[in-house]
Each structure stands twice: as structure tokens, then as C-alpha cells.
């Protein structure tokens, strides 16, 4: 199996900062696209910024200049950094990456658990 444990998620006011980490373990061979995703109370979960195994990056519009997505590859942890947070970034944070779990299988996606993050004063 896969693991993934999130962690960095909290209270913060507006304007400040977190980062969340969120670290694979487990039957992994190859881990391709990592991302992080957001969702609200009775809202769909949204893409908030993806790293592919080429580094290439892409972040949903809302976040853009405000949040950096990386990825070390020796560690099986994706990261993603928030600065100037705003209210509107309140949400539950979900990782998901990519993986093979064997030379020449199928990819299958992961999540993680969800970490709450809170942007209020």
C-alpha cells in the first residue's frame, strides 16, 4: 500500500504564512505528478498547484505569486509554500500524487488525509 501524512496545516492570520508537507511511503516504484488540493464545505475539491516529475508547475489562478509547490524526489515529500494568505485560502488541504507501485504497472493516485487550514484574525 501507499501511505501520505500531511502535516503544516493551522491558524494563521492574513498576510502570514504556512507551509505543508505531505510525505509518501510504502509499495512505491516511480511517483509522478504531486499536487495539493483545497476544498470548503459543500464545494467541489479544486486543483491548488501540481509538480511533475520534471519539476514542471502549475497553480490555479487564486493562488498564483502567493504560493510555490516543490517536490524532493529522495524524500517522497511535496511541498507547498503560502504566503500572504487571505481568508478566502480557508479550506481542508489534500495531497495527491501519482505512482507506480511496480515496473511496468498502471499509475494510481493517492491522497492524503486533509490538513485545515484557517486564515482569520
Known amino acids: 500500500q501507499v501511505q501520505l501524512v500531511e502535516s503544516g496545516g493551522g491558524l494563521v492570520q492574513p498576510g502570514g504564512s504556512l507551509r505543508l508537507s505531505c510525505a509518501a511511503s510504502g509499495s512505491i516504484f516511480n511517483i509522478y505528478t504531486m499536487g495539493w488540493y483545497r476544498q470548503t464545505p459543500g464545494k467541489q475539491r479544486d486543483l491548488v498547484a501540481a509538480i511533475t516529475s520534471g519539476d514542471s508547475t502549475n497553480y490555479a489562478d487564486s493562488v498564483k505569486g502567493r504560493f510555490t509547490i516543490s517536490r524532493d524526489n529522495a524524500k517522497n515529500t511535496v511541498y507547498l509554500q503560502m504566503n500572504s494568505l487571505k481568508p478566502e485560502d480557508t479550506a481542508v488541504y489534500y495531497c495527491?500524487?501519482?505512482?507506480?507501485?511496480?515496473?511496468?504497472?498502471?499509475?494510481?493516485?493517492?491522497w492524503g488525509q486533509g490538513t485545515q487550514v484557517t486564515v482569520s484574525s
Open positions: 495527491k500524487i501519482v505512482v507506480t507501485r511496480a515496473a511496468g504497472t498502471l499509475r494510481n493516485s493517492y
